[in-house]
């Protein structure tokens, strides 16, 4: 953080007046942030040595995803030393997989549900090919999470910001060993992609694995599904039999077209790649990440429109539909036919609208993942109780309705609200809130003002429901209920900690991934007002963000709690509570996460100032709260990483 003092932009102040006992959800914000905080360098030291390596051994992302949320921690008013301890995690993380290093060349081999071997699959300090099953965007953009962070949390850290440029360069062309995007047709040249360039050519057990699903390499246990588990060969192959692989001819063959028809060409998944790009374009202003993002985007917006508004999982090397299959629009990498159906292909659809929205202002982006949503929607069944069943998957029969007896097959579902909830943060439209509502009233399975969480909390959506009743003015208690929920799961991951007396031998054994104490979603939603990030890639979401003028970082001062308790597309309702008794407290509030929505006026109690300015100073005696609305006007700046003390561009020391 800087060392002299900063200038400060201009900016309206207001000051606090009422003086009263603190509410139940600030003291649980702050008891919350303090447990995960105390926590963190409890993991850190219990389960990685002293240069930041876990002792654990697993899949590269995994690594990333153990301390992936602690700057955002830091950011929302953590304690410093997140940062330096996500850092040096991080920067471990990169040292272990270097593909120069051979480090833990004693330790390859190991076991985490089936046998695996240790891949240094870093190269240039980004995902290489070495393990291509990480080098698709499921997988990156869970791992990239970590590195996302490090902008939101401080963003003058030179090293960072190269990362950021040269990341971006695999996947706008400005890297000759990666050469990942054909610029004249648009399209990420393969599902699987790297700082080594595009993956095109599958041994036979990932063609097996990528086919059947499952692991099949040294693992007699392996039991092959369906084709169709993460990708098919359909219509070119419409029935392949059990045991190709065991048949030199028939796998060369099979080995062949699933090069042809999987790996040659672009996947809806990749959208994810947006994040990377935009994640650049915050630290820099640079307009051709920006314009690359849009061009992307936008080809992906034109593909849905010709698909009758359902986003395609597949096109060809030069930008067709179904180019390689004789136009079946389904059938990619993890698309509409695997058995993960909507799932990953939504969470890099919801991203990268998000992105292209967040960098353009423009909300005609937002329609492709409109009319993909409506298409499931509009094809669902009602039961005999009015519950409505979405299908998620389509097959060569059409969209399926259930009857497969393997249950990794998605049968028809309640559609989630989370894509559809992050739709309504960006709009704040009638239209994508009627759309919530629908889904509300075909649940009659759900208590909607429940508080639960996914068993993987990483890629929980379950909070969204509660949070959207809370906004629509159906669940007051929500946020000390969700508060409550939150600081259970981190207290029972603290005790786990805390019980945990083995000694580094036994934890090197046991291999099991360390219990992350630290966990954000509900602090996000309460604080910033949206929700939480989509896991696999995506960037903060915020209608407001906080900075401490007096320290001049990031983040709530001490002991000051925030909760968004209104949203709506020209406003948002502030609470702000200083749980100090002798201390005052003075704070900046952003209209974004990144700056991009402007505040137009100010109002608490009978006062009402017009501002115009993208921040505002609040000053919080000490035991005094206030509630400010203030009028919004949304997406109209460029979004950047920069402080509000930073003026119009991020002060990297060193280029």
């Known amino acids: 953080?800087?060392?002299?003092?900063?200038?400060?932009?201009?900016?309206?102040?207001?000051?606090?007046?009422?003086?009263?006992?603190?509410?139940?959800?600030?003291?649980?914000?702050?008891?919350?942030?303090?447990?995960?905080?105390?926590?963190?360098?409890?993991?850190?030291?219990?389960?990685?040595?002293?240069?930041?390596?876990?002792?654990?051994?697993?899949?590269?992302?995994d690594y990333y995803e153990r301390s992936g949320n602690w700057c955002l921690l830091y950011a929302l008013g953590g304690g410093e030393h997140l940062v330096d301890l996500a850092l040096k995690h991080w920067n471990a993380t990169n040292r272990l997989f270097d593909d120069r290093d051979g480090n833990r060349a004693n330790h390859l081999e190991y076991t985490h549900g089936v046998a695996k071997t240790l891949k240094h699959s870093i190269h240039n300090e980004y995902f290489s090919l070495a393990h291509p099953g990480d080098a698709e965007w499921h997988h990156m953009g869970e791992g990239n999470m970590a590195f996302y962070d490090f902008g939101v949390a401080d963003p003058t850290i030179s090293e960072n910001a190269r990362r950021a440029r040269r990341f971006a360069g695999f996947y706008i062309g400005e890297d000759d060993e990666a050469k990942n995007y054909d610029p004249v047709h648009k399209v990420i040249r393969s599902p699987i992609n790297s700082s080594q360039g595009p993956y095109l050519k599958a041994t036979l057990n990932e063609a097996m694995d990528y086919l059947h699903g499952g692991t099949s390499l040294n693992n007699p246990a392996w039991k092959p599904r369906k084709p169709g588990t993460r990708s098919s060969l359909y219509p070119i192959v419409k029935d392949l039999e059990f045991g190709w692989w065991d048949d030199p001819e028939k796998s060369e063959k099979i080995i062949g077209l699933f090069n042809d028809i999987?790996?040659?060409?672009?996947?809806?998944?990749?959208?994810?790649?947006?994040?990377?790009?935009?994640?650049?374009?915050?630290?820099?202003?640079?307009?051709?990440?920006?314009?690359?993002?849009?061009?992307?985007?936008?080809?992906?917006?034109?593909?849905?429109?010709?698909?009758?508004?359902?986003?395609?999982?597949?096109?060809g090397p030069t930008g067709k539909i179904g180019e390689q299959r004789q136009g079946v629009w389904y059938g990619g990498l993890y698309g509409w036919n695997s058995s993960y159906g909507y799932n990953r292909l939504f969470h890099s659809l919801n991203?990268?609208?998000?992105?292209?929205?967040?960098?353009?202002?423009?909300?005609?982006?937002?329609?492709?993942m409109r009319t993909t949503i409506r298409a499931l929607i509009d094809n669902s069944e009602i039961r005999e109780d009015g519950h409505m069943l979405t299908p998620v998957r389509i097959t060569p029969e059409g969209w399926y309705r259930g009857g497969d007896p393997d249950p990794v097959m998605l049968p028809p579902q309640s559609l989630r609200v989370y894509e559809p909830a992050h739709l309504y943060h960006m709009t704040m439209s009638q239209e994508d809130r009627a759309t919530i509502i629908e889904l509300r009233e075909g649940d009659?399975?759900?208590?909607?003002?429940?508080?639960?969480?996914?068993?993987?909390?990483?890629?929980?959506?379950?909070?969204?429901?509660?949070?959207?009743?809370?906004?629509?003015?159906?669940?007051?208690?929500?946020?000390?209920?969700?508060?409550?929920?939150?600081?259970?799961?981190?207290?029972?991951?603290?005790?786990?900690?805390?019980?945990?007396?083995?000694?580094?031998?036994?934890?090197?054994?046991?291999?099991?991934?360390?219990?992350?104490?630290?966990?954000?979603?509900?602090?996000?939603?309460?604080?910033?007002?949206?929700?939480?990030?989509?896991?696999?890639?995506?960037?903060?979401?915020?209608?407001?963000?906080?900075?401490?003028?007096?320290?001049v970082r990031p983040g709530l001062p001490a002991d000051v709690g925030a909760l968004v308790d209104m949203l709506a597309a020209d406003a948002v309702g502030v609470q702000l509570v200083n749980l100090s008794r002798n201390q005052s407290r003075c704070l900046i509030v952003q209209a974004g996460a990144f700056g991009e929505h402007e505040f137009t006026t100010l109002q608490h109690g009978e006062?009402?100032?017009?501002?115009?300015?993208?921040?505002?100073?609040?000053?919080?005696?000490?035991?005094?709260?206030?509630?400010?609305?203030?009028?919004?006007?949304?997406?109209?700046?460029?979004?950047?990483?920069?402080?509000?003390?930073?003026?119009?561009?991020?002060?990297?020391?060193?280029?």
């Open 444 to 551: 009659k399975e759900r208590d909607w003002n429940e508080v639960t969480f996914h068993p993987d909390e990483r890629a929980d959506w379950q909070t969204e429901y509660s949070r959207f009743q809370y906004y629509e003015g159906l669940n007051p208690d929500w946020p000390v209920k969700a508060l409550t929920a939150q600081y259970q799961q981190a207290l029972e991951r603290h005790e786990r900690l805390m019980a945990d007396d083995r000694d580094v031998p036994a934890i090197i054994a046991a291999n099991e991934e360390p219990p992350n104490p630290v966990i954000t979603k509900v602090l996000t939603q309460t604080m910033l007002g949206s929700p939480h990030s989509v896991y696999h890639g995506g960037l903060l979401r915020g209608t407001v963000r906080y900075f401490d003028k007096d320290l």
């Open 1 to 61: 953080m800087p060392t002299a003092t900063p200038k400060m932009p201009e900016m309206p102040s207001v000051t606090a007046s009422q003086i009263s006992a603190p509410p139940t959800w600030a003291l649980l914000q702050r008891k919350l942030m303090s447990l995960m905080e105390q926590a963190a360098p409890v993991m850190s030291l219990k389960y990685a040595d002293r240069g930041g390596t876990w002792y654990w051994s697993d899949d590269m992302d």
């Open 607 to 655: 006062m009402t100032m017009t501002v115009n300015s993208k921040y505002f100073e609040v000053r919080l005696p000490p035991s005094s709260s206030i509630r400010i609305q203030a009028g919004l006007r949304r997406f109209v700046n460029d979004p950047s990483y920069a402080f509000p003390w930073h003026g119009s561009s991020v002060p990297v020391p060193f280029k």
């Open 351 to 368: 991203l990268a609208t998000e992105c292209a929205v967040l960098l353009s202002g423009d909300l005609s982006y937002t329609e492709m």
């Open 262 to 315: 999987i790996l040659n060409g672009d996947i809806a998944a990749n959208l994810s790649a947006t994040g990377l790009v935009t994640n650049a374009y915050l630290y820099t202003g640079d307009e051709r990440y920006k314009q690359w993002v849009l061009d992307y985007v936008g080809v992906w917006a034109e593909r849905t429109r010709q698909n009758n508004g359902i986003i395609p999982d597949n096109v």
